[in-house]
Nanobody, 124 residues
Framework: QVQLVESGGGLVQAGGSLRLSCAASGRTFSRNLMAWFRQAPGKEREFVASIFWTTGSTYYADSVKGRFTISRDNDKNTVYLQMNSLQPEDTAVYYC?????????????????WGQGTQVTVSS
């Protein structure tokens, strides 16, 4: 199993920035693909961005492309999500997730490890 712990959420005004962190521990072979998802009240969990530990290749949802950046620090076993130009519609609980796959999947059902989530609130 993989343990994931998120941090960095908070309250920010529209146009502001936040950086989320996800510290990973446990079986490294079962977390080749790392991703961020988010879930707003009353909505389904949606894909935000993903990155492969080995290659560093990244993938983004259209709604965040150009504003959010996912990265990883292999030495620290940590994945980051830098969020710029935040808008009220970005308000959600953000979750870090891990999957053992070489395919950049976006379906949350394909991920087998999840963090506890961190709240991001963007005020207008």
């Amino acid at each position: 199993q993989v343990q994931l712990v998120e941090s960095g959420g908070g309250l920010v005004q529209a146009g502001g920035s936040l950086r989320l962190s996800c510290a990973a521990s446990g079986r490294t072979f079962s977390r080749n693909l790392m991703a961020w998802f988010r879930q707003a009240p009353g909505k389904e969990r949606e894909f935000v961005a993903s990155i492969f530990w080995t290659t560093g290749s990244t993938y983004y949802a259209d709604s965040v492309k150009g504003r959010f950046t996912i990265s990883r620090d292999n030495d620290k076993n940590t994945v980051y999500l830098q969020m710029n130009s935040l808008q009220p519609e970005d308000t959600a609980v953000y979750y870090c997730a891990a999957a053992n796959t070489w395919i950049p999947v976006r379906d949350p059902k394909q991920y087998n490890s999840w963090g506890q989530g961190t709240q991001v609130t963007v005020s207008s």
